[in-house]
């Protein structure tokens, strides 16, 4: 029994000791990313009121009397952004005070872009003229920091940034968790003190209140991410839980099949989901022969008077001649409208009809949590969440890290098995298999997970025969304490300096490069004050993201040499 008892120890021991190596290197190398999106997340959250100020002479119109037919908006929008472009879609004015956005097919533009001409109601101006992003048309600002948030500017490569940090946040989050119930004190501590357990303290005491968002928000972001998303699309298909489609066939043979990634178009009112609901240039190649500009009044009065009775809508021509119209409702927030319809272009029936009370539970879900996930859903409050758990998750990360520096000289010491195989080898026969099962499936539906589980590994062996190497070439008694420690700092200095050129490099060409597509404004004839501007944030990107990662460099280069000494 005895025995039993104390092999029964050691087994949990092991197991937890993996545990906590697995949650420390989550924390050392893929924190970086996860605090760069969830930084960026809030920011995206909370931008929503700055654009409606920024872009409010656009947005924006004076009431003044009855507004004019829809076809009229549109060939004033036609006429001048030319009569030969082709439209990609219109939103009539959701509300008195709103213009109506004609949005056009542009081939110069990139993939899931469009330029939106700005239409006042009353008068026809054109109030602005700007390019648009996602299948929600979100405007310049929250489209560039969505692009920072979902892939660093870097585009599809960038992308693997943020399914990373989705990937690990909730193995990191439940993880803490079971570390924190095996070495919670079972009576309650009085005070706390010291700078260690301070820290530990509240990491922990935000872990546990950020708990269920944190999960929330790696479940939700996997959704749309694009190698786990597109392994989550092929589960939901198998189980017929993906979101129903409006037919637009007029041959009336079969509907037509669900779009994987429907719920993720622009779900966030402007995330591109380019790569994953469309082919990159679909957006371009919708057919520029545009029907008549009446029959967008009878198309929309049709829908009006079949169910379709949200304030903000879309209408979407035929992209063939063989499609029908689609009237799409578009508001995400509670309680949700998106129920759809098609029109026959002949006689303005209805072909079709889709009603968000008849989506299966899941697909129901999976709306509510993309809306929440991008702060849509429940307004402001949701911003204001949203914007808590990010910077609680940023300051939960600093605090983390604050732990390894304060605990550092002592850690091999407290942790025996300071590698992750190592400590996987202490793992009894069972758990051994367990966990190889357990990470052989996780790879294969995670597929960036398992790449960068893959990478923790070569850091392992590569990290033990350096220590090999070490103690090898080290005397004892000899007196190279200081010599190892200048080679090693030199060598994290030189690392860190590589980090920060090729940080600037990439950091140049993609927002330079950007601003030259985005205003189509030759580097030579831009002002000295957008010059600065473009130099400063390019100065203040590249500092934050070297910083982030001279914290693995400095793991790999300088972590726990005392206790590699003692």
């Not at 004050?529 to 793991?555: N, R």
Request: proline share 5%; charged share 15%; aromatic share 10%.
């Amino acid at each position: 029994m005895i025995n039993t008892t104390v092999n029964g120890s050691a087994s949990r021991a092991a197991l937890l000791n993996l545990l906590r190596r697995l949650h420390f290197y989550i924390g050392l190398f893929v924190a970086p990313f996860i605090f760069v999106a969830a930084l960026t997340g809030t920011l995206y959250v909370l931008t929503p009121q700055i654009e409606n100020v920024i872009y409010a002479d656009a947005l924006t119109v004076q009431p003044q009397g009855e507004a004019r037919p829809l076809s009229e908006q549109i060939t004033a929008a036609r006429r001048y952004a030319g009569e030969s472009i082709g439209i990609y879609a219109v939103r009539p004015a959701p509300g008195a005070t709103d213009t109506t956005r004609v949005q056009f097919n542009d081939p110069t533009l990139a993939a899931s872009e469009s330029r939106s001409i700005f239409i006042d109601p009353y008068t026809l101006q054109v109030k602005g003229d700007m390019t648009v992003y996602g299948t929600s048309g979100v405007l310049p600002l929250r489209m560039w920091l969505d692009q920072l948030h979902r892939g660093l500017l870097l585009g599809d490569f960038g992308r693997n940034y943020s399914e990373l940090a989705a990937s690990w946040l909730w193995v990191a989050a439940l993880g803490g968790v079971i570390l924190w119930l095996s070495a919670r004190p079972r009576r309650k501590v009085k005070k706390v003190s010291g700078k260690f357990v301070l820290t530990r303290h509240w990491h922990i005491t935000l872990g546990l209140v950020l708990l269920v968002g944190l999960v929330f928000f790696s479940v939700t972001g996997l959704t749309w991410s694009q190698w786990a998303g597109n392994n989550i699309d092929r589960m939901r298909s198998e189980l017929n839980w993906l979101t129903p489609q409006v037919n637009t066939s007029l041959n009336a043979i079969a509907p037509a099949p669900a779009d994987p990634h429907a719920e993720h178009q622009g779900a966030m009112d402007g995330m591109d989901m380019s790569g994953m609901a469309m082919p990159a240039t679909a957006m371009h190649k919708a057919e520029n022969v545009n029907r008549a500009d009446g029959d967008w009044d009878r198309v929309l009065h049709a829908a009006r008077e079949n169910g379709i009775a949200a304030a903000k809508v879309e209408l979407r021509q035929p992209k063939a001649a063989d499609k029908a119209w689609t009237v799409t409702e578009v508001d995400r927030s509670w309680p949700s409208q998106v129920d759809s319809v098609s029109v026959n272009p002949e006689n303005f029936s209805i072909v079709d009809r889709v009603r968000f009370a008849s989506f299966p539970l899941v697909a129901k879900l999976t709306r509510w949590g993309v809306d929440a996930h991008m702060g849509v859903l429940f307004g402001l409050p949701n911003q204001l969440l949203l914007a808590a758990f990010g910077l609680g998750l940023c300051v939960m990360i600093v605090l983390g890290y604050r732990m390894w520096w304060l605990r550092r000289p002592a850690v091999a010491n407290a942790n025996p098995a300071r590698t992750l195989l190592a400590a996987w080898q202490a793992v009894p026969p069972v758990g051994k298999t367990v966990s190889a099962v357990v990470a052989l499936a996780l790879g294969y539906a995670l597929p960036v997970m398992g790449i960068s589980l893959l990478a923790f590994l070569v850091v392992d062996i590569l990290r033990g025969k350096r220590h090999q190497q070490r103690a090898h070439d080290t005397l004892p008694g000899a007196e190279t304490g200081k010599f190892f420690m200048r080679r090693e700092t030199k060598r994290f200095i030189t690392a860190v300096a590589v980090v920060l050129l090729t940080a600037l490099t990439i950091m140049s060409k993609v927002m330079i490069g950007g601003a030259i597509d985005e205003y189509h404004i030759p580097l030579s004839n831009w002002s000295v004050e957008m010059l600065v501007t473009q130099i400063f944030m390019i100065v203040v990107y590249s500092s934050v993201f070297t910083g982030l990662l001279s914290i693995p460099l400095w793991y790999w280069f300088l972590g726990e040499k005392e206790a590699d000494k003692a």
